[in-house]
Structure formats: structure tokens, C-alpha cells
Nanobody, 129 residues
Framework: QVQLVESGGGLVQAGSSLRLSCAAS????????MGWFRRAPGKEREFVAV???????????HYADSLKGRIAISRVGAANAVSLQMNSLKLEDTAVYYC???????????????????WGQGTQVTVSS
């Protein structure tokens, strides 16, 4: 049974940094696309970032345009885990952050939650002023 477990959320001040982690179990995820979405209060879930397997040990990141320059995604631990480094946090980054995994890369839909088969329970990130 595939499980994705997020960690690292919390209450932080605007301008600070935070690193989220997601550990996958119940399968082999080396070739999976793994990434992050978030849902802010009263809003739809939105794409944040994803890593796509590029063959061998290579992974290519893709980011939401609105977050480029402030975030960095990376695969860790034999690619069974993914982390999200977020810098210069803003009030509007407050959301529940979800880890997602897809066994097949869909270059045309990677920004859509419909492209992902597995989801974590989410971790709350609250940015205060």
C-alpha cells in the first residue's frame, strides 16, 4: 500500500524559510513524478512544484510560475522522498501543502492534480506577519 507522509509544516514569520519533506513507502518510486500542491483557505488546490524522472539518477524540476525563485524541490533518499525548500515566505503562502506522486509523467498535465495517483494527508504551513 502506497503511503506518502509529509512533515515540516508549522507556524513561521513572513520572510522566513521552511523546508517540507515527503517520504514515500509501499513501492519503488525512483521513476515516479513526485511533487507538491497546496490549498489555501477558501481556494482550490494548486500546483507548486514537481520533479520528473529524466533517466538514470536525473530529476528535472518544474515550478509554478508564481513561485519560481522562492522555492526549490529536490528528490532525496534513493528518490523515495521529496523535499520542498520555501524561502521569503509570504502571508499568502499559508496553506495545507500536499505531497503527490504519479507513476507516469504527463508533460501536458503535471500541473493538474488529476495527473497524480497518490496523495499525502497534508501538512499545514501558516505564515504570520
Amino acid at each position: 500500500q502506497v503511503q506518502l507522509v509529509e512533515s515540516g509544516g508549522g507556524l513561521v514569520q513572513a520572510g522566513s524559510s521552511l523546508r517540507l519533506s515527503c517520504a514515500a513507502s509501499g513501492g519503488t518510486f525512483r521513476t515516479y513524478a513526485m511533487g507538491w500542491f497546496r490549498r489555501a483557505p477558501g481556494k482550490e488546490r494548486e500546483f507548486v512544484a514537481v520533479t520528473a524522472w529524466g533517466g538514470g539518477g536525473l530529476y528535472f524540476p518544474h515550478y509554478a510560475d508564481s513561485l519560481k525563485g522562492r522555492i526549490a524541490i529536490s528528490r532525496v533518499g534513493a528518490a523515495n522522498a521529496v523535499s520542498l525548500q520555501m524561502n521569503s515566505l509570504k502571508l499568502e503562502d499559508t496553506a495545507v501543502y500536499y505531497c503527490a506522486a504519479a507513476p507516469r509523467w504527463d508533460s501536458g498535465r503535471y500541473f493538474s492534480d488529476a495527473a497524480y495517483e497518490y496523495w499525502g494527508q497534508g501538512t499545514q504551513v501558516t505564515v504570520s506577519s
